[in-house]
């Protein structure tokens, strides 16, 4: 019986040198490691850059932030104007309607307080505030205030109409034109109403109206004296009513309605010279049975005058 042998001629003792390297396990953990490095460096590197964006927007946020105004009314006739801020304030200012500006010293101060007197009547309090960088911001209230003494001047018609009230009783009135010689009026009484007449122009009417306690209170308006249109409708013994208006100034417009739903308009100021819009005349059939007209005449300062008759035909 034939055998193979096999002979081994390795030394003993010696290991075997395997041709083949097998080091994949090796290789895979480097990989992963590297990865993982470079993961955690990457995360680093977005959450320090997210902060500093999320810093440099804070700080945007600070640079653009305005001064805060807050206003108190702390008794009837004033009010405690606060400003603050979290940098420093270049400059406060208020005023109150038309009157002057009057600036508020900051001194570099991030908080500003100041009290304000309240005017008599109606008035607009306007307050400016703004800081080192620029930044400004605007507030604006109306406040009124009733002293003890009020006045009030109205038109009625061609005249004006005063009235004059007051907590205390009334002693006297006193009024002007420019710096003619005053009118007075003794009132006795808790209240006025007075009517004058206007004088043609501008003028400036003052007012003085003194209690019983000797307490006085003055009011001044300007009014520009006008005319009312004249205006005449008659009918011609025909089959027309005419408008007949004059104005020193010049008219604009006539608008006239017959039986409350024929509506006209004429445009004068586009149409006619200045000369021409003095005096105007204007005819218009009248319809058969009653006629119920109203006839208005606008001059250049916009003051009116009305007709209004029943005409039949």
Known sequence: MN??????NTPKGKPKKNKTRNSGPIEVNSILKFFSIAILIFGIFMIGSGSYSMYKGANKEVANSKPIIYVEQTAEAEVLL????DKALSKITYEWSEEGVIEVPCNGKKEIEVVIE???????LTVHASDINGQEIEYEKVYTVKGD?????????????????????????????????ETKVDINDDEIEQIIEIPKGLHTL????VDENNKTETEEKEVNGVTKPKLEVTTDGSDNFIIKAADEQGLTKVEFIINETEKY?????????????????????????????????????????????????
Do not use: C
């Open 82 to 85: 606060k400003v603050t801020h």
């Open 118 to 124: 309240l005017p008599k009547g109606t008035n607009t």
């Open 265 to 313: 308009r004429l445009d004068l100021k586009g149409e006619l010279s200045l000369e021409d819009r003095k005096e105007f005349e204007y005819a218009y059939p009248l319809h058969d049975g009653e006629n119920k007209l109203e006839v208005t005449v606008y001059n250049e300062s916009d003051v009116t005058e009305t007709f209004r008759a029943v005409v039949n035909k």
């Open 149 to 181: 003494i009020s006045i009030d001047i109205k038109p009625e018609g061609n005249n004006l109409k005063i009235t004059a009230s007051g907590k205390n009783k009334l002693q006297y009135m006193t009024y002007r034109w420019d710096e003619e010689e």
């Open 3 to 8: 055998q193979i042998l096999s002979i081994d």
């Open 206 to 209: 003052t007012v003085i109206v």
